[in-house]
C-alpha cells in the first residue's frame, strides 16, 4: 500500500513557528498522573498511590525472613531485623515504591514513578542492577510475585485508564505475555467518590498460585469493595468472600499456611488496624489497636512475623509484630548507607531580627528529585506545570532550623512563610562528605500600615482524613506557624463511615493554641446532594448524622436540607458557610441534576459567608456570587483551602486560601474575627493582599449616595509574592476600573474616580490567567468583599440574573419530586414548600 506525503512549504513552516514564538505561554497546571480515568483523585492519589514520605512506606520480606526491603524517601532500602543499618538498593531518576521479593531472593520488583507515569521496576540482587518491565505509560502499581516466581500480579490503568488487575509471566528479569486478568463492568448504582467503573485492586496470590485475591466495588456502593477470589485466569467468575467498607488501603496478604488473611481496617473505628479473617472469608478480629494506623501488613515466610507500616508517631515507620503474643518492634535505619556521595545541608530560616522563624521549605538536589529532613513531613502538590518540572513540587515545613541529607552537587533551596513576605530562593554546592551552612532571611513585603489590622485564617481545614501522617494539634499548628496562618478551622467530617477527630470537637479554642495561633474544631455538614456548608463555632454539640443524601443507607433521604442544618448551627451562635461551590458556572437549562442549595438558602437568610477562594474554580464561583450580589442580597467572601493536613498528597498547604478579616487592635481573640468574618470586612485570597475604599468607605461598608450620578473616589493597594495580570474594580458585575500596576506587576497603590448612578456592590479583585508557582493553586487570585452602594431612588434590580436563580430553583424541584428517597411524604412536603418560598423571593427580585 502506497502512501502520500504531504509537504509543507517551508515558507509556512517558518512562519508558524515565528507565531507561535510571540504567542506567550500559559503555565497550565495539570494533575498528577492524569491519565488516570476515575473521579476525586485527592482520595485515591493519597490512600492508594505510593508518595513520597521520609519513614518507610511499604515493605516486603526476603525469602529467610531475617530482613526486610523496604520504600524510603522514594528509594528502596535492605536492612536485616537485628540491626540499626541499612543499605540503599536504588537511586534512579524517580522515585521508588511498593517492593516484592521474588522466593528465590534475586528479584525485587517495584514500581517507579518518572516522566508522568509509574511503571514496573525490577531490581537485581546478584548483579546489583535495575531495569525497566513496562513501558506504557500508564499507572502499575502494587506488583506481587506468584508463590513459584514465574508469574506477576498489578494493578494498572492501561486499560482506559481505570484501575484493574494484570498478570504476567516472569522470566530472567523480563515480563512477557502481559494480560489482563479482571474484566470492565459498568455499574448502575448510584456512586459519588468512585468510578462508575468496577475496579479491582490489591492482588494477592494464595499460597499455591491458583487464585488470586483483590479488593473490588463490584456491586457496592461506598468504599473500595469488598474481598474477591478468583482463579488466576482471565475471564474466570470471581466470588466475594468478604464484605466491609474499605477505603483503598486494605491490601490483604495470605498467610503462608494459606488459611487465613491480614488486612487493614477501620472497622467500627477513626482509625486502620491490622485484621485477620479464614481464607475463604468468615467472621474477622483486629490483632493490633490503636489511635494511629497500622496498614500495609506482609506475612513474613516463616509464618511467625508480620511488617506493617504505622504513623503511630505522627510519621510513617516500619514495625514488626510477632504472629504470637503479638509483640511489635519498630525497624530503625539510624545509619543508611547510600548508594552515592551524599552531604548535609544545616539549613536555618530567620526573620528581620535574625531569629529562627517557622516556614515552608522546597529543597531539590542535584538529581531533580526533592529532599528533607529524616523526620519530616513530606507534602506533594496535587498538580503541576510540565514545563516548569519534571516532578509535582515537595515540600516540608520547618520550625526554623534543620538538617538535610542531600546527594553531592547542586541543592535548589526555595523558601516562604505565608503572603506577607517574597518568596526566597537560593542555590548552593554541596561536596561529598560535607556540610554546608545555608541562612535564608525573609524579607516582608512593604505593606501599608493599614494591613497590620487583617488577620488571616483557613475556614476549611481537615486536620486528619485517613492520610499517610497522623496529624495533632500541636502539628497543625506547626504547619500553620511556617504558613504565618493566625487562624485556624478545622472542620470535623464523616469519610464514609468514619468521623476522623471527632474526639477533638469543644466549642472552645483546642488548648494547643497560643497566643498567636488560634485552632478551633467546627464541622462540615457533608451532603453531597445539596452542596458542603461550614459551620464555624458551634457553642454546644456537633450536629449528627452528619450527611444526608447516602444512597442505599438510613440517610438516604433528602430530609434535613442545608436550610434546616442552618438552622440547628445558627441556634448554637455558629456562622454558616457554602465551601468549595463551583468548577464550573452551573446552566440550568443544560444541567438537570443541579441540586446546590446555595441560592435557595441565601433567599432564606441562612447563609453567613461563601467560599469565593477555595477547592473550587474561583472565578466560576465568583461569577455566581455576582448574580447573587446583584439580587441585592449581602454575602460575605471567605476563604478556606480544603486542606488534609496529613496528606503527603494534597490540596494545599493549610492556607493555601485564606480569609483576611479587617479586627480591632488587641490580643488575638476569635470572636472579633468571627465578627467580622460575618460583617464582611473581609478578603479572600490565595496570594495577593488588597486594600479597597470607595467614596471613603471601607470593605463590608454600605455607601450611601444621593439620586443620580455621581462621581466616586476609589483608592486601592496591592502586595503580592508572584506577579499578577489584573487590578481590577468590579461593581455590578462589570469591570469599572483597569488599576494600573506597577513594573514588575506585585505591587500597586492606586486611585480612580468612577460613576455610579444606581444602587449594587462593588469589590476589588486580582488575578492572573495562568498559574505562578509557589502559589500551588490553579492561578493567583484575590477578591475583596463587597462596598455596598445605596444611590437614593434606586433599587438593587437584576431581572436576567433573577431568571437564572428561578431555573435553578426549578429544576431543584424537579429532582425533589421524583426522588424516591424520603422518609415520608411530610419530609417531602417541607422541601417542596422550602423550595417553593425561595422561589418567590427571586420572583420578586425580577421586577
Known amino acids: 500500500m502506497s502512501r502520500h506525503i504531504l509537504r509543507p512549504d517551508p515558507r509556512l513552516v517558518c512562519f508558524l513557528l515565528a507565531l507561535f514564538t510571540a504567542l506567550p505561554v500559559l503555565a497550565q497546571r495539570d494533575p498528577v498522573l492524569k491519565q488516570i480515568n476515575h473521579p476525586h483523585s485527592y482520595y485515591y492519589r493519597e490512600m492508594y498511590l505510593p508518595q513520597v ?13 531475617r530482613s526486610l526491603v523496604f520504600s524510603m524517601a522514594g528509594s528502596l532500602w535492605q536492612q536485616n531485623l537485628d540491626t540499626t543499618e541499612a543499605q540503599q538498593l536504588t537511586a534512579g531518576a524517580g522515585y521508588d515504591y511498593q517492593p516484592d521479593c521474588s522466593p528465590d531472593g534475586r528479584w525485587v520488583i517495584y514500581a517507579s514513578y518518572l516522566k508522568d507515569a509509574v511503571e514496573l521496576w525490577v531490581y537485581d540482587r546478584q548483579t546489583k542492577s535495575t531495569r525497566q518491565l513496562t513501558f506504557g505509560g500508564a499507572v502499575n502499581v502494587e506488583p506481587r510475585f506468584s508463590p513459584d516466581g514465574q508469574k506477576v500480579a498489578f494493578v494498572s490503568t492501561l486499560f482506559k485508564g481505570r484501575f484493574h488487575i494484570f498478570t504476567a509471566k516472569f522470566s530472567n528479569g523480563e515480563l512477557k505475555n502481559v494480560e ?19 475496579h479491582e485492586i490489591s492482588p494477592a496470590w494464595s499460597r499455591d498460585g491458583s487464585e488470586i485475591l483483590f479488593v473490588s466495588n463490584r456491586g457496592h456502593i461506598h468504599g473500595t469493595g469488598g474481598f474477591w477470589r478468583m482463579k488466576a485466569e482471565p475471564g474466570a467468575e470471581a466470588r466475594e468472600i468478604h464484605y466491609e467498607e474499605t477505603t483503598w488501603r486494605a491490601r490483604p496478604e495470605f498467610a503462608p499456611d494459606g488459611k487465613r488473611i491480614v488486612y487493614a481496617s477501620y ?8 485484621w485477620v479473617m479464614p481464607a475463604q472469608g468468615g467472621d474477622v478480629f483486629p490483632i493490633s489497636y490503636g489511635e494511629f494506623d497500622n496498614t500495609d501488613p506482609r506475612w513474613s515466610p516463616d509464618g511467625k512475623h508480620i511488617a506493617f507500616i504505622s504513623n503511630r508517631g505522627g510519621n510513617t515507620s516500619l514495625w514488626v509484630q510477632e504472629v504470637l503474643g503479638g509483640k511489635q518492634t519498630e525497624l530503625v535505619a539510624k545509619q543508611r548507607h547510600y548508594l552515592k556521595p551524599m552531604g548535609r545541608i ?12 517557622a516556614a515552608r521549605v522546597f529543597l531539590t538536589g542535584e538529581d531533580g528529585r526533592a529532599y528533607a529532613p529524616d523526620n519530616a513531613w513530606m507534602h506533594a ?8 518540572r519534571a516532578f509535582e513540587p515537595h515540600y516540608f515545613h520547618t520550625a526554623g532550623v534543620a538538617e538535610i541529607t542531600v546527594p553531592a552537587g547542586q541543592v535548589t533551596l526555595e523558601v516562604m512563610k505565608g503572603f506577607k513576605y517574597g518568596f526566597e530562593k537560593k542555590t548552593v554546592q554541596v561536596a561529598a562528605d560535607q556540610s554546608v551552612s545555608v541562612t535564608v532571611p525573609l524579607r516582608p513585603l512593604n505593606l501599608p ?5 487583617w488577620v488571616s485564617g483557613d475556614v476549611h481545614v481537615h486536620m486528619n482524613y485517613t492520610g499517610a501522617y497522623r496529624a495533632t494539634p500541636a502539628t497543625l499548628i506547626a504547619q500553620a506557624e511556617a504558613e504565618d496562618l493566625p487562624v485556624i478551622e478545622a472542620l470535623i467530617v464523616n469519610k464514609e463511615q468514619r468521623v476522623p477527630d471527632i474526639s477533638y470537637f469543644t466549642t472552645k479554642p483546642n488548648p494547643a493554641s497560643t497566643a498567636n495561633t488560634l485552632l478551633l474544631f467546627g464541622q462540615e455538614y457533608h451532603t453531597s446532594y445539596w452542596g458542603h456548608l461550614g459551620l464555624l463555632n458551634l457553642t454546644d454539640h456537633f450536629l449528627l448524622p452528619g450527611y444526608v443524601g447516602y444512597p442505599n443507607t438510613a440517610a438516604a433521604s433528602l430530609f434535613p436540607t442545608n436550610a434546616a442544618v442552618a438552622d440547628m448551627a445558627h441556634e448554637q451562635k455558629a456562622l454558616v458557610g457554602y465551601v468549595h461551590p463551583y468548577e464550573s458556572v452551573p446552566d440550568p437549562a443544560k444541567d438537570s441534576s443541579l441540586n446546590h442549595e446555595l441560592p435557595v438558602d441565601l433567599a432564606l437568610g441562612k447563609v453567613d ?11 466560576s464561583t465568583a461569577e455566581v456570587w455576582y448574580k447573587l450580589l446583584n439580587l441585592g442580597f449581602h454575602l460575605p467572601t471567605a476563604g478556606g483551602t480544603d486542606a488534609m493536613t496529613n496528606y503527603a498528597s494534597l490540596r494545599g498547604p493549610v492556607g493555601l486560601n485564606r480569609v483576611y478579616v479587617n479586627v480591632p487592635p488587641g490580643p488575638l481573640s476569635i470572636q472579633p474575627w468571627l465578627s467580622g468574618l460575618k460583617a464582611g470586612r473581609t478578603f479572600a485570597s490565595n496570594g495577593p493582599l488588597l486594600g479597597f475604599t470607595l467614596g471613603g468607605s471601607q470593605i463590608g461598608d454600605e455607601l450611601s449616595l444621593p439620586p443620580g450620578e455621581n462621581k466616586v473616589k476609589v483608592s486601592a ?3 503580592s509574592m508572584v506577579p499578577v495580570e489584573h487590578l481590577q474594580v468590579v461593581c455590578n458585575g462589570q469591570v469599572v476600573s483597569e488599576l494600573k500596576l506597577d513594573p514588575g506587576r506585585q505591587s500597586a497603590d492606586g486611585e480612580d474616580t468612577i460613576s455610579l448612578s444606581r444602587s449594587g456592590w462593588c469589590v476589588l479583585r486580582a488575578y492572573s490567567d495562568q498559574s505562578e508557582y509557589p502559589i500551588l493553586d490553579l492561578y493567583p487570585y484575590a477578591t475583596t468583599s463587597p462596598i455596598y452602594v445605596k444611590v437614593a431612588g434606586s433599587r438593587v434590580s437584576s431581572p436576567e440574573d433573577a431568571a437564572y436563580f428561578i431555573a435553578w430553583i426549578d429544576r431543584m424541584t424537579e429532582a425533589a419530586k421524583s426522588n424516591a428517597a424520603w422518609n415520608s411524604e411530610a419530609e417531602k412536603d417541607n422541601v417542596l414548600k422550602l423550595l417553593e418560598y425561595a422561589r418567590g423571593v427571586y420572583v420578586q427580585r425580577e421586577k
Not at 489482563?180 to 468496577?198: C, I, V
Not at 544545616?346 to 522563624?357: F, M, Q
Open 449 to 453: 500600615r493599614e494591613a497590620a489590622h
Open 53 to 65: 514520605t521520609t519513614g518507610p512506606s511499604a515493605a516486603a520480606w526476603m525469602p529467610d525472613s
Open 609 to 619: 459567608y461563601i467560599e469565593v477562594v477555595g477547592f473550587a474554580d474561583h472565578k
Open 180 to 198: 489482563r486478568l479482571t474484566g470492565e463492568n459498568r455499574s448502575s448504582l448510584p456512586r459519588y467518590y468512585y468510578s462508575a467503573y468496577d
Open 267 to 274: 472497622q467500627g473505628r477513626q482509625w486502620h488496624q491490622l
Open 346 to 357: 544545616t539549613l536555618k530560616v530567620v526573620d528581620g531580627a535574625g531569629h529562627p522563624t
Open 381 to 388: 502538590d496535587d498538580s503541576f506545570v510540565r514545563s516548569e
Open 717 to 719: 493597594w496591592l502586595r
